[in-house]
């Protein structure tokens, strides 16, 4: 069975930082792509970020480059997503997927919510 938990959300002030976390569990980590997305109350999901299988290729959302940097660990099974300089539009359900092309298989955590508010 295939699970993706996402942690590290919370309360955070504007012009602060957070480090979301996605650790993966029951797929062959190092063949999926991997992505953050997001979702605020009342708007459609939106990409905030991508990373190919071997890391050597990011993609970012044009509301969130330069502020924030996609990562991932093939040796923990775990993509991070580091923000910087939050802004209030930035408060969403951040949500994690693994998606292999080949296959067309693709998988969703169950998101972690990040507020900033001051």
């Known amino acids: 069975q295939v699970h993706l938990v996402e942690s590290g959300g919370g309360l955070v002030q504007p012009g602060g930082s957070l480090r979301l976390s996605c650790a993966a569990s029951g797929i062959t980590f190092s063949a999926y792509a991997m992505g953050w997305y997001r979702q605020a109350p009342g708007k459609q999901r939106e990409l905030v970020a991508t990373i190919t299988t071997g890391g050597g290729t990011t993609n970012y959302g044009d509301s969130v480059k330069g502020r924030f940097t996609i990562s991932r660990d093939n040796a923990k099974n775990t993509v991070y997503l580091q923000m910087n300089s939050l802004k209030p539009e930035d408060t969403a359900v951040y949500y994690c997927?693994?998606?292999?092309?080949?296959?067309?298989?693709?998988?969703w955590g169950q998101g972690t919510q990040v507020t900033v508010s001051s």
């Open positions: 997927n693994a998606e292999r092309k080949l296959t067309g298989r693709s998988y």
